[in-house]
T-cell receptor, first 113, second 113 residues
């Protein structure tokens, strides 16, 4: 089945710096890759997603890139702010083995003022 | 539109008991997925329901079951509770089944003593 790895597990950056989180997946048939942000005690919220027919997508300070050949996708956050501090999860949609969404283990991002 | 709602929000049970959790999707959404979130295992897919039919099931024992009603509301049931079932149970809804944007509910935090 699908396996999603995510790095780093924790990331600390200074306010205003950029943050990059990378995920790799194993099933080349996976075709949809969302990113979720989960603040402490709250529900995961979708922040950006990308489909396999697109290489890059941007929404203001957030961007996602996808490399299908290498089977990895990355989340880029520019001009980080303290409110960006949260746990970020990547996921890959897998249908061959009925796993639906397979999530990465998460990255705890801390933005230091 | 109202978001995904889950009831109850918190629950304390003892080993051997059973529990039923409820999820009401966003109006118009026909697919409901359930996830278990724990610090050790992260976010794991339980099952997905679409049009009252279980579409996929994750790698969980048969003690975990669910159903979906004609109004798309879904319930999940866990029988013969074990200590390891303590977790945050999240449901997510999407318009249709498949690799579509999912919106999460606030979760039900279950503690098994």
């Amino acid at each position: 089945g699908e396996n999603v790895e995510q790095h780093p597990s924790t990331l600390s950056v200074q306010e205003g710096d950029s943050a990059v989180i990378k995920c790799t997946y194993s099933d080349s048939a996976s075709n949809y890759f969302p990113w979720y942000k989960q603040e402490l005690g709250k529900r995961p919220q979708l922040i950006i997603d990308i489909r396999s027919n697109v290489g890059e997508k941007k929404d203001q300070r957030i961007a996602v890139t996808l490399n299908k050949t290498a089977k990895h996708f990355s989340l880029h956050i520019t001009e980080t702010q303290p409110e960006d501090s949260a746990v970020y999860f990547c996921a890959a949609w897998e249908d061959n083995y009925g796993q639906n969404f397979v999530f990465g283990p998460g990255t705890r991002l801390s933005v230091l003022p | 539109k109202a978001g995904v709602t889950q009831t109850p929000r918190y629950l304390i049970k003892t080993r051997g008991q059973q529990v039923t959790l409820s999820c009401s999707p966003i109006s118009g959404h026909r697919s409901v997925s359930w996830y278990q979130q724990t610090p050790g295992q992260g976010l794991q897919f339980l099952f997905e329901y679409f049009s009252e039919t279980q579409r996929n099931k994750g790698n969980f024992p048969g003690r975990f079951s669910g159903r979906q009603f004609s109004n798309s509301r879904s319930e999940m049931n866990v029988s013969t509770l074990e200590l390891g079932d303590s977790a945050l149970y999240l449901c997510a809804s999407s318009l249709v089944a498949g690799p579509e944007t999912q919106y999460f509910g606030p979760g039900t935090r279950l503690l098994v003593l």
